[in-house]
């Protein structure tokens, strides 16, 4: 029972009135300030109804709030806050199990904690006039927020606010504050292991439960789980070809061609290791970009990325580089800090992603880096439309784009399925010599140019222009100690006259406005020096012509009508397939496939088909499988668009895969959840049980994915890292066991709600979990596959807040496939169906 005293401690009273502290481990009530005065911290609380409690501190205590589903980093979301009693500071590191018959009885994680301040002119007492315009540095929550309080309604007593993310460089479209932040940040327990009294590992103990250091620019993160492993060892990154012209087709993502220095990031926990692109170990160089990726706290991983620093109008500048290079990252200011984009995932866990396609490992490196902010970003991409971005790019005066081939795998040298093209000519070059000047004061006029053709240097005249005082200081003292008598390159009177000589080593950048007709650089302008690549890498660029388009897969009969009920065609089936395929592919790609296929249309005979009779083509491949009567059968797979597209040429419609790779058959990675209600039942109670599967499978530490399944249903998906079980994973029988009690609890709690049973007889009036495509040999339809129901209607992923304003599950038909495109690239669905997780104890 509550504490019945009266007496009050400051504004503390209500606070201790409500609790026994004889019953509750929660800290008694006593006014205090902490050393900064302005800490902050979350708390999520599973009590009567599940919340986020924001403390912040203020005249000594915690004012707090109780935040209805959770802060949503999202400007156009506005979550109700309503006012709860102030909290002793002790309070800001309370996480633990409230009794149940105590007030806020139920389990309590500390989500997040650093410090607030109001924005400049405001002040904390503002909160007594009904807002508060204020800015978190947390390690989940940062950026400006505004609290506003709500006119009560009628007699209500309870005061309620309402909280806001403003728009900065910390918002984005959607939940994902909560949706990924499934762990303490103190003991990096989920809520089960907190409600069950899981004590805290040697390591995560360690970690103390203090606000972070007051940070003046952005939030401090820390890791909020241990991770061991050592970093991955650094791989020759691939390299792109530079053509004339951007390739066209949807085969193709298109991403800014950042203009700094390129690095692989090797990183296990808070183990960071900077390569350079030929391998030397820039990490000292980079110290403010380890201290950020070290605050993750990520499991071993190898990321391939640039790192830039910007320059007076924004853009990525490789001058203003090497100036904050030049000054060292302890005199670096908030303007030019250095950044990292990243866009491409090497390996991650000791899972090698080499010879996954380009769109899967863009698609890990979005959800592994889901919680990343300024200054690691993960850069952006389009999907066709890349004459558009050059366009957008060149306008803004940045270099060009890089264009990857969708399907493609990761080749560590150069190759044309990644290619550049540059809004400006630059290039590198090696620094063969310098000429005298006769300014007083000025140690060279020019500098003599060369590039590798073959193994010879070879001369490319002189550069003059583009250096600063700092530059010509700096270049000097670096050639005084590679002056040599002898000419580095063949080369003819009128070039030879003036030179002073030197040591192939040094390499720089330059602009210029073309290449004469004797191979000379026309124009050129000193970009600046480039110390992260080898002089004997340098060689002479010229472009080339893009890339042809796919291979075109005839389809035949295109006007045969497969949707009877809306006329649409098999032409219109394939043109879809075609478009959607780079969204399509991480999920069907490489995992072992049934066809649903209807030659005829859907109105007559359609059939399932897992094995080829040889009749589907080339871009059809074949896995051997073992079968349970010990023998083999050839499984069919996909590897790009054209596979695709060869089964709708033979009458497919839909494609179901299997929730394990081709690669590796006996180790699952993905558990489905397929909700599918009985007759009576509407979308909104379909909507709400897979939130609540979200939400319980969240308390286990599992992130969860939603997709409409173009049917009546929803499929709630578990994506999971899995090496297999001699590796330390886990098998098909514990894959089936754990989804099976997983549903099975579920139907116990809510027995009117749920079943378990396939049991016709036992579904009525019930939503079935079918948890049964969870085992060997069971398919499920992938992420964006049509359906063979009447309107022609698609499997589409939808974020979580989305779900919510969906009225059915067949929304999107194949005439959607811009807009399913449009979508795919929104901020609610960046790393849509990824995580690195793996199955906990249940």
Same mark, same amino acid.
């Given at each position: 029972?509550?504490?019945?005293?009266?007496?009050?401690?400051?504004?503390?009273?209500?606070?201790?009135?409500?609790?026994?502290?004889?019953?509750?481990?929660?800290?008694?009530?006593?006014? *205090?300030?902490?050393?900064?005065?302005?800490?902050?911290?979350?708390?999520?609380?599973?009590?009567?109804?599940?919340?986020?409690?924001?403390?912040?501190?203020?005249?000594?205590?915690?004012?707090?709030?109780?935040?209805?589903?959770?802060?949503?980093?999202?400007?156009?979301?506005? $979550?109700?806050?309503?006012?709860?009693?102030?909290?002793?500071?002790?309070?800001?590191?309370?996480?633990?199990?409230?009794?149940?018959?105590?007030?806020? /009885?139920?389990?309590?994680?500390?989500?997040?904690?650093? @410090?607030?301040?109001?924005?400049?002119?405001?002040?904390?007492?503002?909160?007594?006039?009904?807002?508060?315009?204020?800015?978190?540095?947390?390690?989940?929550?940062?950026?400006?927020?505004?609290?506003?309080?709500?006119?009560?309604?009628?007699?209500?007593?309870?005061?309620?606010?309402?909280?806001?993310? =403003?728009?900065?460089?910390?918002? *984005?479209?959607?939940?994902?504050?909560?949706?990924?932040?499934?762990?303490?940040?103190?003991?990096?327990?989920?809520?089960?292991?907190?409600?069950?009294?899981?004590?805290?590992?040697?390591?995560?103990?360690?970690?103390?439960?203090?606000?972070?250091?007051?940070?003046?620019?952005?939030?401090?993160?820390?890791?909020?789980?241990?991770?061991?492993?050592?970093?991955?060892?650094?791989?020759?990154?691939?390299?792109?070809?530079?053509?004339?012209?951007?390739?066209?087709?949807?085969?193709?993502?298109?991403?800014?061609?950042?203009?700094?220095?390129?690095?692989?990031?090797?990183?296990?926990?808070?183990?960071?290791?900077?390569?350079?692109?030929?391998?030397?170990?820039?990490?000292?160089?980079?110290?403010?970009?380890?201290?950020?990726?070290?605050?993750?706290?990520?499991?071993?991983?190898?990321?391939?990325?640039?790192?830039?620093?910007?320059?007076?109008?924004?853009?990525?500048?490789?001058?203003?580089?090497?100036?904050?290079?030049?000054?060292?990252?302890?005199?670096?200011?908030?303007?030019?800090?250095?950044?990292?984009?990243?866009?491409?995932?090497?390996?991650?866990?000791?899972?090698?992603?080499?010879? *996954?396609?380009?769109?899967?490992?863009?698609?890990?490196?979005?959800?592994?880096?889901?919680?990343?902010?300024?200054?690691?970003?993960?850069?952006?991409?389009?999907?066709?439309?890349?004459?558009?971005?050059?366009?957008?790019?060149?306008?803004? /005066?940045?270099?060009?784009?890089?264009?990857?081939?969708?399907?493609?795998?990761? $080749?560590?040298?150069?190759?044309?399925?990644?290619?550049?093209?540059?809004?400006?000519?630059?290039?590198?070059?090696?620094?063969?010599?310098?000429?005298?000047?006769?300014?007083?004061?000025?140690?060279?006029?020019?500098?003599?140019?060369?590039?590798?053709?073959?193994?010879?240097?070879?001369?490319?005249?002189?550069?003059?222009?583009?250096?600063?005082?700092?530059?010509?200081? +700096?270049?000097?003292?670096? +050639?005084?100690?590679?002056?040599?008598?002898?000419?580095?390159?063949?080369?003819?009177?009128?070039?030879?006259?003036?030179?002073?000589?030197?040591?192939?080593?040094?390499?720089?950048?330059?602009?210029?406005?073309?290449?004469?007709?004797?191979?000379?650089?026309?124009?050129?302008?000193?970009?600046?020096?480039?110390?992260?690549?080898?002089?004997?890498?340098?060689?002479?660029?010229?472009?080339?012509?893009?890339?042809?388009?796919?291979?075109?897969?005839?389809?035949?009969?295109?006007?045969?009508?497969?949707?009877?009920?809306?006329?649409?065609?098999?032409?219109?089936?394939?043109?879809?397939?075609?478009?959607?395929?780079?969204?399509?592919?991480?999920?069907?790609?490489?995992?072992?496939?049934?066809?649903?296929?209807?030659?005829?249309?859907?109105?007559?005979?359609?059939?399932?088909?897992? @094995?080829?009779?040889?009749?589907?083509?080339?871009?059809? @491949?074949?896995?051997?499988?073992?079968?349970?009567?010990?023998?083999? *059968?050839?499984? =069919?797979?996909?590897?790009?668009?054209?596979?695709?597209?060869?089964?709708?040429?033979?009458?497919?419609?839909?494609?179901?895969?299997?929730?394990?790779?081709?690669?590796?058959?006996?180790?699952?990675?993905?558990?489905? &959840?397929?909700?599918?209600?009985?007759? /009576?039942?509407?979308?909104?109670?379909?909507?709400?049980?897979?939130?609540?599967?979200?939400?319980? =499978?969240?308390?286990?530490?599992?992130?969860?994915?939603?997709?409409?399944?173009?049917?009546?249903?929803?499929?709630?998906?578990?994506?999971?890292?899995?090496?297999?079980?001699?590796?330390?994973?886990?098998?098909?029988?514990?894959?089936?066991?754990?989804?099976?009690?997983?549903?099975?609890?579920?139907?116990?709690?809510?027995?009117?709600?749920?079943?378990?049973?396939?049991?016709?007889?036992?579904?009525?009036?019930?939503?079935?979990?079918?948890?049964?495509?969870?085992?060997?040999?069971?398919?499920?339809?992938?992420?964006?596959?049509?359906?063979?129901?009447?309107?022609?209607?698609?499997?589409?992923?939808?974020?979580? /807040?989305?779900?919510?304003?969906?009225?059915?599950?067949?929304?999107?038909?194949?005439?959607?496939?811009?807009?399913?495109?449009?979508?795919?690239?929104?901020?609610?669905?960046?790393?849509?169906? &990824?995580?690195?997780?793996?199955?906990?104890?249940?």
């Amino acid at each position: 029972m509550a504490k019945k005293s009266s007496a009050s401690r400051g504004s503390l009273g209500t606070y201790d009135a409500k609790r026994d502290f004889k019953l509750t481990a929660e800290p008694a009530g006593k006014v *205090e300030s902490s050393k900064s005065g302005n800490i902050f911290m979350v708390q999520k609380h599973d009590a009567t109804r599940l919340h986020w409690d924001l403390r912040l501190e203020v005249d000594g205590v915690l004012k707090s709030w109780a935040v209805t589903k959770g802060p949503s980093p999202d400007p156009d979301i506005k $979550r109700l806050a309503v006012r709860t009693e102030d909290h002793p500071l002790a309070y800001a590191t309370f996480e633990g199990t409230i009794p149940k018959a105590e007030y806020g /009885g139920g389990t309590v994680m500390l989500w997040d904690r650093g @410090h607030w301040a109001p924005i400049k002119g405001k002040k904390a007492s503002d909160l007594e006039d009904g807002h508060l315009h204020f800015t978190l540095d947390g390690e989940r929550m940062k950026g400006e927020w505004l609290l506003i309080r709500l006119k009560p309604r009628g007699n209500e007593k309870r005061e309620n606010w309402l909280l806001r993310k =403003l728009q900065d460089e910390f918002a *984005e479209a959607g939940d994902g504050l909560v949706q990924h932040g499934l762990t303490s940040i103190s003991t990096g327990r989920t809520m089960a292991e907190i409600a069950s009294g899981k004590e805290v590992d040697n390591v995560a103990a360690k970690m103390k439960a203090k606000a972070p250091a007051k940070s003046a620019n952005r939030g401090v993160r820390k890791k909020t789980a241990a991770k061991s492993g050592k970093p991955p060892e650094f791989r020759k990154p691939q390299l792109a070809t530079l053509v004339d012209n951007v390739p066209a087709s949807n085969g193709w993502m298109h991403e800014i061609k950042f203009d700094g220095y390129r690095a692989m990031v090797a990183i296990a926990g808070d183990k960071v290791t900077i390569f350079t692109r030929s391998g030397k170990d820039w990490t000292d160089k980079f110290a403010p970009l380890v201290d950020e990726f070290a605050a993750l706290g990520l499991p071993p991983c190898l990321i391939d990325g640039e790192i830039v620093a910007y320059g007076p109008y924004g853009n990525p500048d490789f001058s203003a580089l090497q100036s904050v290079l030049k000054r060292g990252h302890g005199s670096q200011t908030a303007e030019d800090a250095l950044s990292f984009h990243a866009f491409d995932l090497l390996e991650v866990d000791g899972q090698d992603l080499a010879d *996954e396609p380009n769109i899967e490992r863009k698609e890990r490196l979005e959800a592994l880096l889901a919680e990343a902010a300024p200054p690691l970003h993960v850069a952006e991409h389009v999907i066709g439309a890349g004459e558009k971005l050059l366009k957008t790019m060149c306008d803004a /005066g940045q270099e060009g784009i890089i264009s990857k081939k969708i399907d493609a795998k990761y $080749r560590h040298a150069r190759s044309k399925a990644w290619v550049k093209v540059k809004c400006t000519r630059r290039q590198e070059f090696v620094i063969v010599g310098y000429t005298k000047s006769s300014a007083k004061g000025r140690p060279f006029a020019s500098l003599v140019m060369a590039q590798h053709e073959g193994d010879e240097l070879v001369y490319r005249g002189r550069v003059g222009t583009g250096y600063t005082a700092d530059d010509l200081e +700096m270049l000097a003292g670096k +050639m005084r100690r590679l002056e040599r008598k002898t000419p580095t390159v063949e080369a003819d009177k009128a070039q030879k006259r003036g030179v002073t000589w030197l040591t192939p080593r040094l390499v720089a950048e330059v602009g210029f406005a073309e290449f004469t007709a004797d191979g000379n650089i026309r124009h050129g302008s000193f970009l600046g020096l480039r110390e992260d690549k080898e002089a004997a890498e340098v060689k002479a660029e010229r472009a080339v012509e893009a890339p042809a388009a796919e291979e075109e897969i005839v389809i035949s009969n295109r006007d045969r009508v497969i949707f009877p009920e809306s006329g649409q065609t098999k032409g219109e089936l394939a043109d879809y397939y075609a478009a959607i395929a780079p969204l399509m592919l991480p999920f069907a790609a490489r995992r072992p496939v049934s066809l649903v296929r209807c030659p005829q249309g859907r109105g007559k005979k359609c059939f399932f088909q897992k @094995h080829d009779s040889g009749s589907f083509g080339e871009h059809v @491949h074949h896995v051997p499988i073992r079968e349970k009567n010990g023998g083999t *059968e050839d499984y =069919l797979y996909l590897e790009d668009a054209p596979g695709i597209l060869q089964c709708v040429q033979m009458g497919s419609i839909e494609f179901h895969g299997w929730d394990a790779p081709s690669t590796a058959v006996e180790a699952p990675d993905r558990m489905i &959840f397929d909700l599918d209600p009985d007759e /009576g039942l509407d979308f909104a109670d379909v909507k709400s049980a897979a939130k609540d599967i979200h939400d319980q =499978l969240a308390d286990i530490g599992l992130t969860s994915f939603a997709m409409l399944s173009g049917g009546k249903g929803v499929h709630v998906i578990v994506p999971l890292d899995n090496p297999g079980a001699d590796a330390g994973g886990h098998d098909w029988d514990t894959h089936k066991d754990f989804s099976r009690r997983f549903a099975e609890a579920l139907s116990v709690a809510e027995p009117d709600r749920f079943t378990a049973t396939m049991s016709k007889a036992k579904r009525k009036g019930k939503i079935f979990i079918d948890w049964l495509r969870n085992q060997r040999g069971a398919t499920a339809v992938v992420p964006y596959s049509a359906r063979a129901r009447e309107g022609a209607p698609v499997a589409v992923p939808v974020s979580w /807040g989305e779900l919510k304003k969906l009225e059915a599950a067949n929304v999107f038909t194949i005439g959607d496939a811009k807009r399913l495109t449009d979508r795919a690239a929104s901020k609610g669905l960046a790393g849509w169906g &990824f995580a690195t997780q793996r199955l906990p104890d249940f």
